[in-house]
């Protein structure tokens, strides 16, 4: 399962290989005999809510990369300072432009975006790090 983090840690999977490392959890669990005894949904429950506490790889792929984009917010890491340096170039997370000359790791985090607006609150302080511009303050 380590590996699994790793991997969903660094890249947004295709939805294939989602599938693909899915199909071989359910054989593992069912034997890969017949149909399976439970609906999958509910085997990525919680243990409280009755289901076995494996993690839906599709959503914990995105979690994991929305970590990313937290962190170029939010850190002072040597990481964070050198994609606001190179990949940012010193713009706007929030307003920067999806093109070919970007890896496509990169690309795939800044494709996530929209989905870390929907979950953050923002604080603007004293100003001097907030854009009415081109934060999302409404």
């Known amino acids: 399962i380590s590996m699994q983090c790793y991997w969903c840690n660094i890249f947004l999977l295709p939805m294939s290989t989602i599938k693909e490392c899915e ?12 149909r399976a005894k439970v609906k999958w949904a509910d085997v990525c429950k919680p243990f409280l809510e009755g289901g076995l506490g494996i993690r839906e790889l599709k959503t914990w792929n995105k979690a994991l990369l929305l970590k990313h984009l937290w962190s170029v917010l939010t850190e002072d890491s ?24 970007l890896s496509w790791s990169w690309r795939q985090i800044l494709r996530l975006r929209p989905l870390a607006k929907e979950h953050l609150i923002y604080k603007c302080g004293n100003g001097e790090h907030f854009s009415l511009w081109f934060d999302p303050w409404l």
């Open 23 to 34: 199909r071989v959890l359910r054989t593992f669990l069912w034997g890969g005999r017949g």
């Open 78 to 101: 040597i990481w964070a300072k050198w994609c606001h340096a190179y990949l940012l170039h010193n713009s706007n997370l929030w307003t920067a432009t999806l093109h070919g000359h």
